[in-house]
């Protein structure tokens, strides 16, 4: 009775690790998934001390919570002083998207571009709500 119990043990420890290996590899394929080119790269121009970027902040916060599992790549460039200026210049061209970063020195915006041309696509701004900055990337993400 004891050998019985042992092996029915086995066997179970043995099924749980396969189906545990099957989940693994599921997840896997979803986190390869997810780390796919991003369809969009929304790049926000922010500054600490920039009002119209703390009015947008939580309008933009909503609409990256909404894309989190979404082919949208949020990047902040932060343009707050020569240090973190830097960093982001750095940033923006390890993306491929230094010469944008270069134009477009202001703050209280983002742009939106294409993830294989890295081409200008879209703005948001602090005139739009977080619905309607969904709605501009929505169409984006549908080509239009």
Known sequence: MRRMHGIVAVV??????????GVMT?????AEEAASEPQVITAIF??????????????????????ADKPVLFVKFDLTNK?????????????GIGDTFKANQ???FALLLDGKTKEVVGKLT???????????????????
């Open 12 to 21: 179970g420890l043995l099924l749980s690790g396969a189906l545990l290996n």
């Open 26 to 30: 599921s997840a896997s394929v979803a």
């Open 46 to 67: 922010h500054a600490d001390w920039c009002g119209t970027c703390k009015k947008m902040g939580p309008a933009v916060m909503d609409t990256q919570a909404r894309y």
């Open 83 to 95: 240090k973190t200026t830097n960093q982001s210049a750095l940033l923006a061209s390890a993306l």
């Open 106 to 108: 202001k703050t209280g």
């Open 126 to 144: 602090v005139d739009q709500s977080a619905q309607q900055m969904g709605a501009t990337i929505d169409n984006r993400l549908a080509g239009k």
